[in-house]
Structure formats: C-alpha cells, structure tokens
C-alpha cells in the first residue's frame, strides 16, 4: 500500500523560470494538502483540494503559486517565476473523506532556486 | 490566528524519558498531534489526541492534553538513538497548523 508519493524529490531552478511539483495521494485518498517548509522553520499550510476543487487557499500567496487536483492524475502545485525565497521543502499530504483529521505525508520536494 | 509554540531543542541520555513541550491558542482546536521529521524525510504521524481526551498511551509515547492552560506534550519513554530527530506539534481547527519544531538528541 503506497504512502503518499511526491516528485521529483529535489528540483533546482533558476530565477524566472516554473517549478512544477506533483503529489499523488494514498490510494482510497482524496483529499490533500500542501505545506511549504522553510529552512529551520515548521511547516506551513498553503492549500487544501479535493478533487476538481479548491477548499481552503488561505495559506496560498496571492501571486505566482497556484495548485490543482484534477479529476485524473495527480496534484500539482505550480509556481511561476521562482524567486531566491521560494526555496524550501514543500510537502503533500492526503486524507480520506471520512478521516480528514489525519493526515499522511509524503517525503516532500525540496525546491532549490539558484 | 492559531500560534502553536515549541521549545527548539532537548537533550536527553539514552534510556531516560524524553518530554517535549506545545502550547497553543486556539481553543476550539479537536485534534492535536505529534509528528516526528528524520533529516532529509518527510513527516511520520507519531500519535493524535482527540480534544475531548486529557491522556493517551501508546507503546513508548504518551501525550498528555491540558485544555485549560493550552498545553500539550509527549513523552517518550526508554529514549532510543533512533529517537533523535525534529518533532513538531500540530493543532487542527479547520487546518492543520504546525510548531516551529523541537529537536531532540539522544546521546548514548
């Protein structure tokens, strides 16, 4: 029974270009969650989807970032233009509908801009 | 909004009970959690207490649950090496939100 899985693992990108981060949930999953990581700090929440829906982007900056979670296929968490701030570990984590208390995370994607 | 705090860092000998401290604001919170990050990995849920519960055991891990002062905290007992990581405490009101960490070393 596969965890939560995300990739790739590690991506570097120079200023200016997209990062594109994918998560795919525990199977029987279809609810996740994106979190942002900064480098000694705990996680922060970004964004909260269900499938073909947006529930809570309160977390998410108002500029560049954008996530979906399609009907197929996995999330994906998007941000134009990457910026130096940008680098940190993102992590996903899912939960089932009637168990949306807890939480499975995946290994996250550290995102290195350089 | 919810502020959850943690001390930054325990060190504890080998053997002996670890215990890591949260306190946190929001009172209408239901679920609190523990959850332990390894360098370099993702994070692993350790254990969750329902808000309605003060105590819960399971194997080595105990969480303790103050409502009335907002305190949460986790008690590792016969603390192994393999302990030694960054465990964060988290709090669920409509989302999860998340304290700065504590990183615990265990010496041998």
């Known amino acids: 029974n596969a965890g939560v899985m995300q990739n790739p693992r590690h991506l570097v990108r120079r200023r200016g270009q997209e990062a594109r981060l994918r998560c795919s949930p525990m199977k029987g999953h279809s609810h996740v969650y994106w979190y942002r990581q900064l480098p000694e700090e705990g996680l922060k929440f970004m964004v909260y989807l269900q499938k073909e829906n947006i529930i809570d982007e309160s977390g998410m900056p108002k500029e560049r970032f954008s996530a979906e979670f399609p009907k197929e296929g996995p999330s994906i968490l998007r941000i134009q233009q990457v910026v130096r701030g940008d680098s940190a570990a993102y992590f996903c984590?899912?939960?089932?509908?009637?168990?949306?208390?807890?939480?499975?995370f995946g290994p996250g994607t550290r995102l290195t801009v350089t | 909004g919810e502020d959850v705090e943690q001390s930054l860092f325990l060190s504890v000998r080998e053997g002996d009970s670890s215990v890591i401290n949260c306190t946190y604001t929001?009172?209408?919170?239901?679920?609190l959690y523990w959850y332990k990050q390894e360098p370099g990995a993702g994070l692993q849920l350790l254990t969750y207490?329902?808000?309605?519960?003060d105590m819960k055991q399971d194997q080595r891990l105990t969480v303790l649950l103050n409502k009335k002062d907002k305190h949460l905290s986790l008690r590792i007992a016969d603390t192994q090496t393999g302990d030694s990581a960054i465990y964060f405490c988290?709090?669920?009101?409509?989302?999860?939100?998340f304290g700065g960490g504590t990183r615990v070393l265990v010496k041998p």
């Open positions: 984590a899912s939960s089932s509908p009637g168990n949306t208390y807890e939480q499975y």
């Open positions: 207490i329902f808000s309605n519960m």
């Open positions: 929001d009172s209408s919170s239901t679920y």
């Open positions: 988290a709090v669920a009101g409509n989302k999860l939100t």
